[in-house]
């Protein structure tokens, strides 16, 4: 095989992989904005719980096919997908608290998990592309939902953690006269405000835990544009030097 077949190889091998890399993260970033832009829509009835669980399960599903490209982490992302897709609707027949926090725990375990495979993957990256670009979207929402996730964990572990106005967010969540679809959607709004360092005021961490998760949550926030958004930044100018060159 000649030098120029190789280097056709090559190029092929890439553009197959660059086209695999784009199909996996469009199918994460499609499903990730699916569930994060209904939540606030769906009443928490059996049918709207029911609509919740699927729209995560795909959330699951989507961060498992994007942690297909290395064996390893496929291995470790696939044992944790089963596990938190075990437990979520597992809790449909549990409603304890103890399982509900087991639940709400492995779901931010495995989306944490699903951020770090999308940033590694982000860094292996040289040019801007399609594929860089949806991958550094999906970082970005990955850390939201792991997030509300930690945040679900602590009100549920130690109820009064948060409060929204004199009352604390529990007994917010569980007023009779509230919106059935509060307690998914109060929690994603939360999780934005802090990760965007909006924070309105209208749900304030009280406990030491909370305000140590949330501002952990703003300083994350800030350094996905420190160091992602500026990676990109310089990806684009270095991309242009050459093109000029």
């Known amino acids: 095989m000649t030098s120029d077949e190789n280097l056709r190889g090559t190029r092929l091998f890439d553009k197959l992989r660059q086209h695999a890399g784009l199909r996996r993260n469009s199918l994460l970033l499609l499903v990730l904005a699916s569930f994060i ?36 982490t496929l291995v470790v992302a696939g044992v944790m997908a089963v596990l938190v897709l075990a437990v979520d609707w597992g809790s449909v027949l549990r409603k304890d608290p103890e399982f509900t926090i087991l639940r709400s725990g492995l779901s931010a375990a495995f989306i944490f998990l699903t951020a770090w495979v999308q940033i590694a993957h982000l860094g292996r990256k040289r040019e801007v592309t399609a594929d860089t670009i949806m991958g550094a979207v999906n970082i970005y929402l990955l850390l939201i939902v792991a997030f509300m996730f930690l945040h679900t964990t602590l009100e549920i572990a130690k109820p009064g953690a948060y409060h929204i106005g004199d009352q604390t967010l529990t007994e917010y969540l569980m007023d009779p006269g509230a919106d059935d679809t509060l307690a998914a959607s109060t929690l994603i709004y939360f999780s934005i405000t802090t990760f965007t360092t909006l924070g ?23 350094l ?20 000029r060159d």
């Open 200 to 222: 309105y005021g209208d749900i304030l961490p009280v406990s030491s835990a909370a305000r140590v998760i949330s501002g952990f949550e703003a300083i994350v926030g800030q």
């Open 37 to 72: 832009v209904l939540l606030p829509f769906v009443q928490e009835d059996g049918f709207g719980e029911f609509i919740v669980r699927f729209g995560f399960s795909a959330v699951v599903v989507g961060g498992l096919y994007s942690a297909s490209e290395r064996r390893g």
């Open 224 to 243: 996905y544009v420190a160091i992602i958004v500026a990676r990109l930044v310089a990806m684009q100018i270095s991309q242009r030097m050459q093109g």
